[in-house]
């Protein structure tokens, strides 16, 4: 079964920081889509991203966050400069066209030191 | 009016009842209500959804009650099994966006 791959599972940085977290949606998907957990806290949404580029983004997604689609195959969350309130999960999940399920990866887990 | 409410926040339930797990939203914009299912260290993985347009659907032991006047749905999980103990999310968008919006979870253990 197809499935959304996340690299790392698990990152520790220091405060100030720039983390990169990448994902490789289903490959014939066409909406991607970025959303964290803090520990024992909801799920929020981050951002959606369409036709390269984003088509919503949440009050969360600030100009310390951006996205990115480089080659056709990876999607990519970068944070410049990371904060202590970063730390958190990170999932990534992908849909295809005309389709109304989200497929999630297993997440990158941040931890800002 | 984005939230969405999630109760109970754990539930143990005896293997082979039944599980309930309740959620109720505020934004009537809102066309498409997803519960996910997650086991520790996974991803959330979509177990059932459902459309305004119906008040409940069934896929094997999972099925889902809608009520549109009360802005609420429910998932419930007949002959529950230990293989079912995980977290249980409800959420709820547009269908137009997906951008989902998370009830808090539920955390169900099935005791054998």
């Known amino acids: 079964e197809p499935e959304v791959t996340q690299t790392p599972s698990h990152q520790v940085t220091q405060m100030g920081q720039e983390v990169i977290l990448r994902c490789v949606p289903i490959s014939n998907h066409l909406y991607f889509y970025w959303y964290r957990q803090i520990l024992g806290q909801k799920v929020e949404f981050l951002v959606s991203?369409?036709?390269?580029?984003?088509?919503?983004k949440s009050e969360i997604f600030d100009d310390q966050f951006s996205v990115e689609r480089p080659d056709g195959s990876n999607f990519t969350l970068k944070i410049r400069s990371t904060k202590l309130e970063d730390s958190a999960m990170y999932f990534c999940?992908?849909?295809?066209?005309?389709?109304?399920?989200?497929?999630f990866g297993a997440g990158s887990r941040l931890t800002v030191l | 009016q984005q939230q969405v409410k999630q109760s109970p926040q754990s539930l143990i339930v005896q293997k082979g009842g039944i599980s309930i797990i309740n959620c109720a939203y505020e934004n009537t914009a809102f066309d498409y209500f997803p519960w996910y299912q997650q086991f520790p260290g996974k991803g959330p993985a979509l177990l059932i959804a459902i459309r305004p347009d119906v008040s409940e659907k069934k896929e094997g032991r999972f099925t889902i009650s809608f009520n549109k006047s009360a802005k609420q749905f429910s998932l419930h999980i007949m002959d529950s099994q230990p293989g079912d103990s995980a977290t249980y999310f409800c959420?709820?968008?547009?269908?137009?966006?997906?951008?989902?919006?998370w009830g808090a979870g539920t955390k169900l253990i099935i005791k054998p």
């Open positions: 999940a992908s849909r295809g066209q005309g389709a109304n399920v989200l497929t």
């Open positions: 959420a709820a968008s547009k269908a137009s966006n997906y951008q989902l919006i």
């Open positions: 991203f369409y036709n390269n580029e984003i088509s919503e």
